[in-house]
């Protein structure tokens, strides 16, 4: 009988195992990065502007009112060039947030009707009591049409904010930040399409309605590839825009509709199927059918995200930054605008109303037990996060544009988004900073909140070693 005698052991550290961290999934993770960087253009682009418009010669504005055109015929679609970024390329931006939001409803964050409580309540408040504060100052006239302004959060700045604290704030912090944010465009968008549509087509609208069942149709026969949705969006955006509705709202529509949930797991067998197929023998025939089973594999939402979202962050937002942001400061604007209500009513309604909207709501939803915030989130977090959640600039500066045809309400309603949103980054960032760590825990039950991640530029985000 042959005994087998184990090998024997060599001294010496114990092996590492790594471990997957459950705090923040990998397209979470891709999203963060593209927002922060996209924060640092967005904020380049805004400092551009704004020296651009107040350099001699009015050339700022005479260069965005330039004319451009497309003619088939003798139909023909001219814009300004300001209005091509507001109306064309914003419509691709508002499409990544129609993306997000369909994915994290049918694969995300959103599908947890507890985990969602939380940040939609906080959502909520945060677009309730910043209209309801700047309506409190600009009660009736003119200026009280840009109550919508003050609204929204602008995801890239806050994010990038975010970002400066590293792993002193929670990913479960910038999760909820995140889904706020998605509540908060959702809502935003709607106050859009409802409030800020002056004259309305109703063939035009029947047309878009007709396809947006085209789209669903689409969606209902699960078809993967991009081109159909692509094409659809098009014309749909076209008709949006001939309807008199703002044409951005046909980019939500079309990120909504696009399938974002998981594919036929035969799909994934079609898949290795090919691939082998190819191993075995590698022609062009069999390359295409492997590549088509590769991006079948892969839900429609998550392809065109992919090749759409790193265009919105680095292209489109501070394009639109740059279009939009430029304000003369010259003394006697920045007089007015000292004693203006639409001034005060926006820095207002950005820095308190949503502070105050956004934790009471979300306090009370966490009190009462209706959701709860996982993880080490803890007041003085929730605070500040609220506070910088008051950074409303690219759907504020959007709406502006929407509210006011008095260029002078406009500009003053734009340095109040501006002075606004600096303050609430300043201040969000001094609570985070000093009253983070030191506030009690959201969560009740101490004991379910994970451990702190470790520190260090050599760890790999989305292992730890145990």
Partial sequence: MTTVRPLPVRPGPAPRVRLPVPYTAQPVRRFLATEAGGASLLLGATLVALVWANLPGGTYEAFWHVEAGLRLGSDELALDLRHWVNDGLMALFFLAVGLEISREVSVGELRDPRAVVVPALGALGGLALPALLYLLVNPSGPEAVGWGIPMSTDTAFLVGVLALFGPRCPDQLRLF?????????????????????????????????????????????????????????????????????????????????????????AQGDRFRAFGRAL????????????????????????????????????????????????????????????????????????????????????????????????????????????????????????????????????????????????????????????????????????????????????????????
């Fill in 279 to 466: 191993v075995e023998r590698a022609d062009p025939r069999r390359a295409r059918l492997a590549t088509s089973a590769a991006r079948a594999a892969v839900p429609a939402n998550d392809r065109l995200q992919a090749a759409l979202h790193p265009v919105s962050a680095y292209v489109v937002v501070p394009v639109f930054g740059l279009a939009n942001a430029g304000v003369l400061l010259d003394p006697e604007t920045l007089r007015r605008a000292a004693g203006s209500s639409v001034t005060l009513g926006v820095v207002l309604a950005l820095v308190v109303g949503n502070a105050v909207g956004i934790s009471v709501a979300a306090g009370v939803a966490l009190r009462t037990g209706m959701g709860r915030l996982p993880g080490r989130v803890r007041y003085g977090h929730l605070v500040g996060g609220a506070m910088l959640a008051g950074i409303g600039f690219t759907i504020s500066l959007f709406i502006t544009d929407l509210a006011f045809e008095d260029l002078a309400l406009r500009d003053e309603a734009k340095i109040g988004v501006l002075v606004g949103s600096l303050l609430a980054a300043v201040l969000g960032s001094l609570v985070l900073r000093f009253l983070g760590e030191r506030s009690p825990l959201c969560s009740v039950d101490e004991a379910e909140a994970p451990p702190e991640l470790p520190t260090g530029p050599w760890r790999d985000p989305s292992l730890v070693d145990a």
């Fill in 177 to 265: 930040l995140l889904t706020l944010a998605i509540v908060d465009d959702i809502g935003a968008v709607t106050v859009m399409a409802v409030f800020y549509t002056e004259r309305v087509s109703v063939p035009a609208l029947v047309v878009s309605a007709l396809l947006v069942v085209v789209l669903g149709a689409l969606r209902w026969a699960r078809v993967w590839q991009l081109p159909p949705y692509v094409l659809v969006g098009l014309a749909l955006w076209c008709a949006v825009l001939a309807s008199g509705v703002h044409p951005t709202l046909a980019g939500v529509l079309v990120g909504v509709l696009v399938p974002a949930a998981r594919v036929d797991p």
